[in-house]
Structure formats: C-alpha cells, structure tokens
C-alpha cells in the first residue's frame, strides 16, 4: 500500500509540472503572437505613412502631369490570348495619351516574362503599336517582376533618370515613392477607370496594397537587387535621341 501511495503521489507531482509547463508555453505563444500582431501592425502603419509622404504632391491626372522623358507603364495581366486584361488596358490607355499629347517621347513597359509562354511586355507593346504609337518609341523591360524590381530596372538597366509612371490609382503613391527612393524623379497618373470594370477586383487589390507596401519598404530598405540584372540597355537613349 505504501507503494502505490507513494506511485500515485509521483504520478500527480509529474502531472502538475507537465501542466505548469504546458501553461508556461501556452503564456509564451499567445505573447509571442500578440507581439507579432502589434509588430506587424505598426510595420503596416509605418510603411502606409511612408509610401502617403514619398508620394505626396506626385500624382497628377494625365492633363496636367508634368513632362517628363519617359513613360514607365507598370506591368500586370494579360488574358491567355496575349491581349492585355482591363486593368492593364487602362494604364496602356493612359501612357497612350501622354504620348499623344507630348507628355512624354518614349513608353517603357515593364513586365513578368519569367515563362516563356507569358509576355506581359510584348502584350502591351503590341498594344500600344495598335494604338498608333511607334514601334522605335516603346522599350520592352522583360524582368519587371515586381514594383521595386521595375524601377530599380529602369534606373540601373536602362538608365531613366525622370519619369511618369503609371498603374492604377490604388498602387500608385506605392510605385511613386519606390521609384524616388530608387533615384528616379518620378511623378505619376493613375487610372481610375478599372474601378468600374470590376468592384471586387479593386476592393482586394486595394487591401492588398497594405502588404505590398510593407514589403515595398523592407525592399528599399534593404537596396535588394532585382531578381535580373545585366548590361545597360540604350533602347531609352535611342528612343529619346530619335523624337
């Protein structure tokens, strides 16, 4: 009997550390998350703010933009058939005009051709072409996978220096100020028309860019290279030197 009361003591003794220490990890994790929650909500809060002032007084409708050299169109969608999906018609749409209308003499399109099968910038030069702009006045930038990757591209590949950028209005002040920090004194036009082509559409994008400007900051922050590098490219200088 002495035994098992002395067996049956241990077990208990065993069981309440197992239990204080199962309390101890479930305290630390649920501290461990709500310092996480907070961290990442003020990085949001903090990169929001930062993306509102880099872009603050640099975003114009297309009439009133001011001139600049170079279009820099930012890459998105294009539909299975090689036809440029809404939202990038949009921006096309837009770069199209500043080039009518003298605001700029060239049009960088900048995109995802990290499949061969998905050109997102030979859809939009084909696009603008069709359009009536010339061939010789749109630059294709293969490796623009992302915001920060475009204009680190467009200043260090193909050496922009001043440019319009343009995308839709919900990622614009983003782009803007990316494109700044990277050294290119940018201004842009964003589309607003997309909008109505599909609410839901832009509702989430427009969530998303909370994310995306967090990681815009950590990007620039970090002066990452983009994913591709390589020689500098003169498409920019001899669409310039030809106007």
Same mark, same amino acid.
């Given at each position: 009997?002495?035994?098992?009361?002395?067996?049956?003591?241990?077990?208990?003794?065993?069981?309440?550390?197992?239990?204080?220490?199962?309390?101890?990890?479930?305290?630390?994790?649920?501290?461990?998350?709500?310092?996480?929650?907070?961290?990442?909500?003020?990085?949001?809060?903090?990169?929001?703010?930062?993306?509102?002032?880099?872009?603050?007084?640099?975003?114009?409708?297309?009439?009133?933009?001011?001139?600049?050299?170079?279009?820099?169109?930012?890459?998105?969608?294009?539909?299975?058939?090689?036809?440029? @999906?809404?939202?990038?018609?949009?921006?096309?749409?837009?770069?199209?005009?500043?080039?009518?209308?003298?605001?700029?003499?060239?049009?960088?399109?900048?995109?995802?051709?990290?499949?061969?099968?998905?050109?997102?910038?030979?859809?939009?030069?084909?696009?603008?072409?069709?359009?009536?702009?010339?061939?010789?006045?749109?630059?294709?930038?293969?490796?623009?996978?992302?915001?920060?990757?475009?204009?680190?591209?467009?200043?260090?590949?193909?050496?922009?220096?001043?440019?319009?950028? %343009?995308?839709?209005?919900?990622?614009?002040?983003?782009?803007?100020? %990316?494109?700044?920090?990277?050294?290119?004194? @940018?201004?842009?036009?964003?589309?607003?028309?997309?909008?109505?082509?599909?609410?839901?559409?832009?509702?989430?994008?427009?969530?998303?860019?909370?994310?995306?400007?967090?990681?815009?900051?950590?990007?620039?922050?970090?002066?990452?290279?983009?994913?591709?590098?390589?020689?500098?490219?003169?498409?920019?200088?001899?669409?310039?030197?030809?106007?």
């Amino acid at each position: 009997m002495a035994c098992m009361a002395i067996r049956a003591s241990l077990t208990a003794r065993l069981r309440q550390v197992r239990d204080r220490g199962r309390g101890r990890w479930l305290r630390r994790a649920v501290l461990a998350g709500v310092l996480g929650v907070v961290l990442l909500t003020g990085g949001v809060w903090a990169s929001a703010s930062w993306i509102r002032s880099g872009a603050e007084g640099r975003t114009y409708p297309a009439a009133t933009v001011p001139d600049a050299p170079v279009a820099l169109v930012l890459g998105t969608r294009v539909r299975p058939d090689g036809t440029p @999906a809404p939202f990038l018609a949009a921006r096309l749409e837009i770069a199209r005009e500043l080039y009518a209308t003298g605001k700029v003499q060239a049009i960088l399109v900048s995109g995802d051709n990290m499949r061969h099968e998905y050109n997102e910038p030979e859809a939009m030069q084909r696009w603008l072409v069709e359009q009536g702009v010339p061939a010789d006045k749109v630059v294709l930038d293969h490796a623009g996978f992302d915001t920060y990757d475009s204009c680190a591209r467009a200043k260090r590949i193909f050496g922009v220096e001043r440019a319009t950028v %343009v995308t839709q209005q919900f990622h614009l002040a983003r782009a803007v100020t %990316v494109c700044r920090h990277l050294g290119i004194d @940018a201004n842009g036009v964003g589309d607003e028309t997309a909008r109505e082509l599909s609410h839901r559409t832009w509702r989430i994008s427009s969530v998303r860019e909370y994310g995306a400007g967090l990681k815009a900051a950590l990007d620039v922050l970090s002066r990452r290279d983009p994913v591709h590098l390589g020689n500098r490219e003169t498409g920019i200088d001899d669409a310039l030197r030809a106007s």
